[in-house]
T-cell receptor, first 113, second 117 residues
Framework: AQKVTQAQTEISVVEKEDVTLDCVYE???????LFWYKQPPSGELVFLIR??????QNEISGRYSWNFQKSTSSFNFTITASQVVDSAVYFC??????????FGTGTRLQVFP | DTEVTQTPKHLVMGMTNKKSLKCEQHMGHRAMYWYKQKAKKPPELMFV???????INESVPSRFSPECPNSSLLNLHLHALQPEDSALYLC????????????????FGDGTRLSIL
């Protein structure tokens, strides 16, 4: 069975702090894809990154970075120097040989000024 | 602004009404999706269309009826809804993959906030 676990329900930080959002996944297949989405209060889900199971390179995009470790089945997301605009719900998701995204339960990030 | 446009943004309807939600994309995507999202929960997949054909129906009640008139449009027809159907309804699209499924990122609209009285 495929499953995505985001153990952190809610995280609160003060602006300029670094914050890491955890994502642990379960799948028996060797080919799969992992995603992170951001959902601000306005409602739309914004695609942030896709990683396939054969590419374990970490990625950095501005203040965002992702750490993919197959050995621990984790795909963690770090925001450096957080800003109030980063406040949102963040979802990790798994796609495994279907058109169906398996979402985690989400982590609500609140960044206070 | 998102590239997937959903209308209306808000909808209030009675349990006996018939209404439709609309979704449009012009990114050339051939896979389109409907999701339902309750407060503080992740989106739940309802339907998937691939090349204008229904490929996944997640056992959704028949009071929800999807339609894909062409590759850019996706509708969700609503009839005799229940109060528990009140939710945010999200449309998404993605490039259809060369395999039978799409591993491409899904791009979401802003959603329609539906309230059933």
């Amino acid at each position: 069975a495929q499953k995505v676990t985001q153990a952190q329900t809610e995280i609160s930080v003060v602006e300029k702090e670094d914050v890491t959002l955890d994502c642990v996944y379960e799948t028996r297949d060797t080919t799969y894809y992992l995603f992170w989405y951001k959902q601000p209060p306005s409602g739309e889900l914004v695609f942030l990154i896709r990683r396939n199971s054969f590419d374990e390179q970490n990625e950095i995009s501005g203040r965002y970075s992702w750490n993919f470790q197959k050995s621990t089945s984790s795909f963690n997301f770090t925001i450096t120097a957080s800003q109030v605009v980063d406040s949102a719900v963040y979802f990790c998701a798994l796609n495994h040989r279907t058109d169906k995204l398996i979402f985690g339960t989400g982590t609500r990030l609140q960044v206070f000024p | 602004d998102t590239e997937v446009t959903q209308t209306p943004k808000h909808l209030v309807m009675g349990m006996t009404n018939k209404k439709s939600l609309k979704c449009e994309q012009h990114m050339g995507h051939r896979a389109m999706y409907w999701y339902k999202q309750k407060a503080k929960k992740p989106p739940e997949l309802m339907f998937v269309y691939s090349y204008e054909k229904l490929s996944i129906n997640e056992s959704v009640p028949s009071r929800f009826s999807p339609e894909c008139p062409n590759s850019s449009l996706l509708n969700l027809h609503l009839h005799a809804l229940q109060p528990e159907d009140s939710a945010l309804y999200l449309c998404a699209s993605s490039q259809a993959g060369t395999t039978p499924y799409s591993n491409q990122p899904q791009h979401f609209g802003d959603g329609t906030r539906l309230s059933i009285l």
